[in-house]
T-cell receptor, first 115, second 116 residues
Framework: AQSVTQLGSHVSVSEGALVLLRCNYSSSVPPYLFWYVQYPNQGLQLLLKYTTGATLVKGINGFEAEFKKSETSFHLTKPSAHMSDAAEYFCAVSGSNFGNEKLTFGTGTRLTIIP | KAGVTQTPRYLIKTRGQQVTLSCSPISGHRSVSWYQQTPGQGLQFLFE???????NKGNFPGRFSGRQFSNSRSEMNVSTLELGDSALYLC???????????????FGEGSRLTVL
């Protein structure tokens, strides 16, 4: 079974400041990890994903995340926040083997950007 | 390439009624998953269909059902609606290749159901 925990349901940062959204996972098999973003009244859009290979993953809109197996973490970062980054962010995990493909989401972190 | 299309986008029902939601996946995607999103429970997995067969099921009562057609389009049905069924229902598709899963889902914009 897989699960994720997102620390902080609300995060506020100033425009231009570092964005750090935290995600820790639990998985009984090698995990695949994802970050999705949701804007108001819209579906979820994939920001980035980790499957295998390089542990530092770059995504869209300047976001990146690092898979740290020793810390069971997959935190999302962006060096400089932009007003358009205001949205809700979801970390998700799935198993890498057949039969464990179901995507399990965290509870989400709402990111507010302060002008 | 067209994205995942869900209809209707918004609907209002009353308790006891039933509702059917429709999802057209991205062309070529054979797997369709459904999620319920509420402020209190977050995103919860309902079920996944692949090649017209339910492959995975979440922990929801039997009032929630789904199906997938030969063209990969999917419908979900909720019978005997309750107030707590008010939610955003999200459909997602992917194209799992044989023997390997990349897990990535492509989501539609959702169907927002309000039960009065």
């Amino acid at each position: 079974a897989q699960s994720v925990t997102q620390l902080g349901s609300h995060v506020s940062v100033s425009e231009g400041a570092l964005v750090l959204l935290r995600c820790n996972y639990s998985s009984s098999v090698p995990p695949y990890l994802f970050w999705y973003v949701q804007y108001p009244n819209q579906g979820l859009q994939l920001l980035l994903k980790y499957t295998t290979g390089a542990t530092l993953v770059k995504g869209i809109n300047g976001f990146e995340a690092e898979f740290k197996k020793s810390e069971t973490s997959f935190h999302l970062t962006k060096p400089s926040a932009h007003m358009s980054d205001a949205a809700e962010y979801f970390c998700a995990v799935s198993g890498s083997n057949f039969g464990n493909e179901k995507l399990t989401f965290g509870t989400g972190t709402r990111l507010t950007i302060i002008p | 390439k067209a994205g995942v299309t869900q209809t209707p986008r918004y609907l209002i029902k009353t308790r006891g009624q039933q509702v059917t939601l429709s999802c057209s996946p991205i062309s070529g995607h054979r797997s369709v998953s459904w999620y319920q999103q509420t402020p209190g429970q977050g995103l919860q997995f309902l079920f996944e269909y692949f090649s017209e067969t339910q492959r995975n099921k979440g922990n929801f009562p039997g009032r929630f059902s789904g199906r997938q057609f030969s063209n990969s389009r999917s419908e979900m049905n909720v019978s005997t609606l309750e107030l707590g069924d008010s939610a955003l229902y999200l459909c997602a598709s992917r194209n799992p290749t044989t023997g390997r899963n990349t897990g990535e889902l492509f989501f539609g914009e959702g169907s927002r159901l309000t039960v009065l």
